[in-house]
């Protein structure tokens, strides 16, 4: 959970803007042909050097291909990658590149002339960095870089070009049609949508989604979702892959029929709901039994489950010594008492030290396993999935489905992502929550510990104020989710977190902005959303320390929306 992340905070970084230099462009000739090797990273990290082993090459998200780069700066550590490549004397070039994520940089060094460079801030989308650059008379190569900015997000770069006259340095070969996609497959059902999900094709630059024959959209990735579809409708859809050389032959058809009705999983909860944590650890905050956990609070989250040395399982040991003597047998009689007062109490996976990792079908099976597990020897409800280190979309959503057909209808899924995590559908928590749409509760962003974000108009706001939260959430809601899966994560004081604690008065106003349009700030949604779930806080614990102000007045708040 957020108060133990070990995350660079930043109350805003200047950073001077790189001066860009342009030679002549000239005209491009027939000769002219891309230069760099390996430049959409298919073969790995062939040809490229990363700096502190910060680079990896990854399947999602990807400008085109199979493969993308993805490198993670550091403290001291701005991930650089770089490759040399075979240039001729007197000539000018083209350097671009297709970037998102953190802070991206592009350039090149070694030019014999002026050397250049050209980046952009975060991007939620991929974005082209183009700029060029002439060599000198003797210069056969240049050295060709991107990277990011010292312990900020991860960026992706994928399509390196360095176009111009054929330094003799050699090239990737001529593409050929691709083979048509496999593992196609249903990820997701509404009532109006299917979402689909294949394997990655060699050598394969898009995608193209058929249903019952017809060309319906194009993408980049390996998913798509197809929306606009009537309800209990059954669709046949088929997929292609393609590149400059041409498009391959459908795909084995598979069909996906839409839901009666919208979804949505967690048994009985009020249609607006408090979600508080609860810690399961001494660190200042004051100890308590769940038993003492607020009635305001409607879903209680223990914090956390343990990893174990099987793949993808997880663990509980109640921290009986660090509570002072509290007992496995007292905490189940509580989690049961709290049921009988009509709450829900789910187990939290991950926290800013939580190492559990969920990528492939293997550890799926033993996540869903050992979860339904807890869940019967203490009497949890669901599961949270609070993974602040990575997950990957495909084998957690196998997880949770998995959970799913053990446990029914009744399981409550929550999430809580970082503001990072949501800022793209094509973020992998925001995959796994619209795959999982079905049964999921809830998503409660942490909107805090968090640099600025973009909102759902294009600006960028910072943490703090009733926009961040609006217009934040509102990205989510346009996103997909449902109303009543948007819950607004906020630490309970200033203790809680790092940064970005607000007072419950700007919590209610940002929650009276979305559902009722009233008490905005400068960003007012286009509609509003009376269904919205509710709120989220770190941690019930640190609400007690502060004299329970948080759910005296945000609890009180959101059980009162209409």
Not at 183 to 205: D, I, Q
Not at 254 to 267: F, K, Q, R
Not at 497 to 507: F, R
Request: glycine share 12%.
């Amino acid at each position: 959970m957020p108060v133990l992340r070990n995350r660079r905070l930043w109350a805003g970084v200047a950073m001077a803007a790189l001066a860009l230099s342009f030679a002549g462009t000239g005209q491009a000739s027939a000769a002219d042909i891309n230069n760099a090797k390996n430049a959409g990273f298919e073969s790995g990290l062939t040809n490229w050097t990363c700096t502190a082993g910060s680079g990896t090459t990854v399947s999602s998200p990807v400008h085109s291909g199979a493969a993308a780069l993805k490198a993670t700066p550091a403290g001291q550590d701005n991930a650089q990658c770089s490759e040399s490549v075979a240039v001729k004397p007197n000539s000018t070039y083209t350097l671009s590149a297709w970037v998102q994520g953190g802070y991206s940089y592009l350039g090149v060094t070694g030019t014999g002339t002026t050397d250049v460079s050209t980046w952009t801030p975060d991007t939620t989308s991929w974005k082209q960095l183009s700029t060029t650059f002439t060599t000198g008379a003797s210069t056969t190569s240049v050295s060709v870089y991107t990277h990011g900015w010292y312990g900020q997000a991860a960026y992706y770069a994928d399509d390196i070009s360095v176009y111009g006259p054929d330094g003799n340095g050699g090239s990737d070969p001529a593409p050929t049609v691709p083979a048509a996609p496999t593992g196609v497959s249903v990820s997701a059902t509404t009532s109006s949508s299917v979402s689909l999900a294949w394997s990655a094709v060699s050598g394969a630059t898009g995608y193209n989604v058929y249903q019952n024959g017809t060309k319906i959209t194009a993408v980049t990735g390996t998913s798509a979702t197809v929306t606009g579809l009537a309800a209990s409708t059954s669709y046949s859809f088929q997929v292609t892959a393609t590149n400059s050389a041409g498009e391959s032959g459908k795909s084995t058809a598979v069909t996906g029929t839409t839901t009666a009705t919208g979804g949505g999983g967690g048994g009985t909860l009020p249609k607006h709901a408090v979600t508080g944590y609860w810690q399961n650890f001494n660190n200042g905050a004051t100890v308590q039994k769940l038993s003492a956990v607020s009635s305001q609070y409607d879903i209680i989250a223990v914090a956390f489950a343990d990893a174990t040395s099987t793949p993808g399982a997880v663990s509980f040991t109640l921290d009986s010594s660090g509570l002072g003597g509290y007992t496995v047998d007292q905490f189940k009689a509580d989690i049961a008492a709290k049921h009988a007062a009509g709450k829900k109490v789910i187990i939290s996976i991950g926290g800013q030290n939580g190492t559990i990792s969920v990528s492939d079908s293997t550890s799926a099976t033993n996540f869903a396993n050992s979860v339904y597990s807890l869940m019967q020897t203490y009497g949890f409800d669901g599961v949270d999935i609070d993974l602040e280190n990575g997950i990957n979309a495909t084998y957690m959503t196998q997880a949770l489905r998995s959970l799913s057909s053990k446990a029914g209808s009744s399981l409550i899924i929550t999430m809580a992502p970082q503001t990072i995590d949501m800022q793209s559908t094509s973020n992998a928590y925001f995959q796994t929550a619209l795959n999982v749409k079905d049964i999921l509760t809830v998503v409660n962003m942490q909107y805090y510990n968090s640099g600025t974000m973009l909102g759902c108009d294009g600006k960028v706001y910072g943490q703090g104020t009733v926009d961040f939260l609006t217009a934040l959430a509102c990205i989510q809601l346009q996103g997909g989710l449902s109303p009543s899966q948007v819950g607004l994560g906020l630490p309970a004081s200033t203790s809680a977190a790092g940064s970005g604690y607000v007072s419950p008065t700007i919590v209610n106003n940002a929650l009276d902005c979305l559902t009722a349009g009233t008490n905005c700030g400068t960003f007012k949604p286009s509609k509003t959303y009376p269904d919205l779930r509710g709120a989220m806080t770190w941690s019930t614990n640190w609400d007690a320390a502060a004299g329970s102000s948080w759910s005296n007045s945000v609890g009180a708040h959101v059980h009162a929306l209409p």
